[in-house]
């Protein structure tokens, strides 16, 4: 577990720019007021170098402690996230000017983003993705099922992923919530696990198959990451999206039972 300090043991982190180093001495003693981090794997973030990472999905405060996660450790992130955040006054220009890579979801222009990202990883960032590409929509907060954009990513690239699991945010700012739970402090668990190899599916980006296949390993092995922070078993069968009645993406109320 690694404890809390204001400044990286490095110096600063890797692909931090103003911007992001301003944004982060505000945010993150804010953050300090009113959580308390329980952080493991951090060896497994790399200090340097190109490197996909990615995480479960259970709150809108997640980006906040992921890059808190990611910084504290040396790294500035560049997130892929929706474009609506972007478009908000103020915020999306200060997080376009933090270097990160808005994405039209379920456009037929969602493939920008890919492109962007490619170019980040061959400058040598730290590119964070949530695969799931929205707040999951398992009733229970588990893992569902991931775009394959995230595969794709990392077979095009030749980048291993390194997955990060998380658990409490969502207890800090339920999902789809708008007001935080500042009292007592919530403990805030990232677990960072071991670079996951991709290379049995390199030259096969263009196989929807193969794509789904290594989609589902990774989000396996990120899962199995979930199950151990909360000490509970996550249900067989993987909650499916595009199986779903409810919408793909943004808030939604659950069906009624009839």
Excluded at 40 to 61: C, L
Excluded at 145 to 150: I, N
Excluded at 234 to 255: E, W
């Amino acid at each position: 577990m690694s404890g809390i300090t204001y400044e990286p043991p490095t110096g600063r982190p890797l692909g931090t720019n103003p911007t992001f180093t301003t944004c982060a001495r505000i945010v993150i003693p804010l953050l300090h007021l009113f959580t308390k981090t329980q952080w493991s794997g951090t060896e497994n973030i790399p200090k340097t170098g190109r490197a996909i990472v990615i995480s479960n999905h259970v709150s809108y405060a997640d980006v906040i402690f992921f890059a808190q996660f990611l910084y504290k450790n040396g790294r500035a992130p560049r997130f892929i996230g929706k474009r609506s955040v972007f478009d908000t006054p103020i915020v999306g220009r200060i997080v376009l000017a933090a270097g990160q890579i808005p994405v039209d979801r379920e456009s037929g222009t969602a493939n920008k983003a890919l492109d962007h990202a490619v170019a980040a990883l061959k400058a040598g960032h730290l590119v964070g993705i949530y695969p799931e590409g929205t707040l999951t929509r398992d009733e229970h907060l588990w893992p569902m099922v991931a775009k394959t954009g995230l595969a794709r990513l990392a077979i095009i690239t030749h980048t291993p992923i390194i997955p990060v699991a998380a658990w409490g945010p969502a207890t800090f700012l339920p999902r789809y919530g708008k007001i935080p739970h500042l009292f007592p402090r919530t403990k805030i668990i990232y677990v960072a696990g071991k670079p996951i190899d991709m290379s049995a599916w390199y030259g096969k980006e263009d196989d929807q198959g193969a794509l789904v296949e290594a989609t589902a390993y990774v989000m396996k092995i990120l899962t199995t990451m979930v199950e151990d922070i909360r000490g509970e078993k996550a249900p067989a069968v993987v909650f499916d999206p595009h199986t779903s009645d409810l919408p793909r993406t943004g808030n939604f109320k659950k069906p009624k039972k009839s």
